[in-house]
């Protein structure tokens, strides 16, 4: 379930100008982190992108295909990332705008949550550029 060696590299291409890009597979799956905050995952070679409420009508065009959620209990828990339409993956600039506002959701969630000890030590996410 995690990306594969081909799906990162394209993906390491594609949204570079982000900035420095690093994926870690938790769970499953693959985490994409940008400036420390990570803003989508990769699960079966599908690029799912976070989401929040200051976002979900800029892409609500993700909302056509159900997010990506896991089992807990027998029960399907839905999580806050959304599959990006296939079409964006030959669309790099459209494909950037959408990570773009992912980042930015990240970084709203990460300014929510309380700080942990090694965030604290860390100074916290640094900002979205």
């Known amino acids: 379930m995690t990306a594969s060696e081909g799906f990162t590299e394209f993906l390491r291409e594609q949204l570079a100008p982000l900035g420095r890009l690093s994926f870690r597979r938790m769970f499953g799956k693959t985490g994409v982190f940008c400036q ?4 989508a995952v990769v699960a079966d070679d599908t ?6 409420a200051q976002n979900r009508d800029e892409l609500a065009e993700a909302a056509a295909t ?7 209990h027998g029960r399907s828990i839905d999580l806050a990332f959304w599959a990006v339409p296939e ?3 030959d669309e ?7 990570a773009r506002s992912a980042l930015g959701a990240a ?4 300014a929510r949550r309380p700080a942990s000890p090694k965030r604290a030590r860390h ?4 900002p979205v550029t």
């Open 66 to 72: 159900p997010p990506l959620s896991y089992e807990k």
């Open 92 to 98: 790099p600039e459209e494909l950037l705008t959408w």
């Open 36 to 39: 420390g905050l990570m803003f």
């Open 107 to 110: 970084s709203r969630v990460a």
């Open 123 to 126: 100074g916290g996410a640094p």
């Open 87 to 89: 079409r964006l993956l």
């Open 47 to 52: 690029l799912y992108l976070r989401i929040d």
